[in-house]
């Protein structure tokens, strides 16, 4: 049976994959697993703290969840839509033990999940993701009576979290002057990606800001920029913000209407925290799916890149294994752990934007330390994808296609985590050598590793 919880928590399509009963039990479990092994501050009734974004099927989970903590005893608060890392940040400010947010990130509206946060803001261990599915249905004792939790909401705690979004910036300077256009993908950054901004002095063009339960990441966010690049022209923006459901990543463009992504964003903060030495050991963390160009830029710069597999909390793993102050993903993903303990694109925007007003510099030659190579991605289907690192075959040819791209060029096999396919993504100087190689080896994957009926 595969594992109920994946990379971001539990995620699937509402009312189907993740139904109100799941919901309920998925709460009540966690509650009662974290309290039995003693995680909850001692001395007082337990609290839990449950967000959602602005998904209609939200509605109905979170009635789940706060019954589930409730009914495992449990005191709730309930926070209303608030982005994932308004959820990380009130764990501490509100003294919570557990945390719930109701998302399912930047996948469509059908779509939602349930992600938990230990005290402190952090999420779960694998370990106690697999005690809570063990636990689902099984026969421990309720409280009654007074033991029973009790319901509250906050949903003004959310002007704390845009507060310290604020803070952040320090004595930065304001950010008066500056227009920026913000995508909110009718998610949850519509409560805070505006203020936030006109907090420090920005002028603000909000889109896709009109969220009516049905409409999250409907051709809007950081799937879909081409609406943000047109209106940054349109308005003669200094800057666009593409955020997605939940609010945790950030993708931009510059004044031209040119795309930067997540490694260009990475690769501008990772030199101004260099520049205040707040850059730990001179150190950045990024996935394996970086692109060369930001690892050259890096080393250019005296920067180190420690790489780990893909997925956010493999960053933050690497991040809190060594004391690292930054990490994060090409896809927008970026940890600043001096402020977040997950990666917050409001947050991500207010820096980046920051960087621009304290060099006098425009996003673009900002970003343009970072010359993309282009990259292509082949997924080849129907393949035994267990024995795509062992097959002497395909080791063999992608040797001699990393070798015959030199310094130049990169070639990356990967396995995916839930599908029977590998896929083969390959960097070279140009699109069609790039595109060459890619279709060769995916040619040997394709057949060294299919799999035949028997």
């Known amino acids: 049976m595969a594992r109920l919880f994946g990379t971001d928590g539990v995620r699937g399509v509402a009312n189907r994959d993740l139904t109100a009963e799941l919901a309920l039990d998925l709460a009540a479990s966690a509650a009662h697993v974290l309290q039995s092994l003693g995680l909850f501050a001692p001395g007082r009734r337990p609290i ?19 019954a589930g903590l409730a009914a495992a005893g449990m ?27 109701l998302s399912a990130s930047h996948n469509p509206m059908p779509d939602n999940g349930i992600k938990f946060f230990a005290a402190g ?3 779960l261990p ?8 063990e636990s689902l249905g099984g026969d421990w004792e309720r409280p009654t009576g007074a033991g029973v939790g009790r319901v509250t909401s906050e949903l003004g705690a959310i002007e704390a979290y845009i507060a310290h979004l604020v803070a952040s910036l320090g004595d930065a300077a304001s950010l008066a002057g500056l227009k920026v256009v913000v995508d909110c993908a009718n998610g949850a950054a519509a409560m805070t990606a ?54 945790d990543r950030c993708l931009a463009v510059d004044h031209t209407g040119a795309i930067v992504d997540g490694d260009q964003i990475l690769a501008i903060l990772a030199v101004a925290m260099k520049e205040n030495a707040s850059l730990h050991s001179d150190t950045v963390v990024a996935t394996v799916m970086s692109n060369l160009g930001f690892l050259k830029a ?36 970026v940890i600043m752990s001096e402020f977040a303990t997950t990666g917050d694109g409001v947050l991500t925007a207010l820096h980046l934007a920051s960087r621009m007003v304290a060099t006098g510099q425009p996003l673009r030659e900002l970003a343009s330390i970072v010359t993309r ?6 997924n080849v289907s129907g393949v035994n ?54 279709d060769e080896l995916a040619q040997v994957v394709r057949a060294r590793l299919a799999i035949t009926s028997a």
């Open 48 to 66: 839990a703290i449950v967000g959602r974004d602005t998904r209609a099927s939200g509605e109905f989970l979170e009635a789940a969840v706060i």
């Open 75 to 101: 005191d709730v608060c309930r926070l209303g839509v608030i982005p994932t890392p308004g959820v990380a940040f009130l764990m501490n400010h509100l003294a919570a033990d557990l945390g719930v947010m």
């Open 121 to 123: 803001g952090v999420k």
């Open 126 to 133: 694998d370990d106690l993701e697999d005690a809570i599915e």
């Open 194 to 247: 505006r203020e936030a901004f006109e907090a420090q002095g920005a002028q603000v063009v909000a889109i896709h800001a009109a969220p009516d339960g049905l409409n999250i990441n409907l051709d809007a966010g950081s799937t879909h920029m081409e609406s943000l690049q047109a209106a940054v022209i349109a308005n003669g923006a200094d800057l666009g913000i593409a955020l997605d459901g939940d609010a």
């Open 298 to 333: 890096m080393r250019e710069r005296g920067i180190h890149v420690d790489q780990t597999k893909v997925g956010d909390r493999y960053v933050l793993e690497a991040m809190n294994a060594n004391g690292f102050t930054l990490g994060g993903e090409q896809s927008g993903h």
């Open 373 to 378: 190579y282009p990259q292509v991605l082949v």
């Open 385 to 438: 994808k267990a024995r795509a690192g062992i097959d002497p075959e395909i080791n063999a040819a992608v040797t001699e296609a990393a070798r015959a791209l030199g310094g130049n060029g990169r070639v990356l096999l990967r396995p995916s985590g839930t599908e029977p396919l590998v896929r083969v993504m390959v960097e070279a100087t140009t699109m069609a050598e790039a595109q060459r190689v890619a």
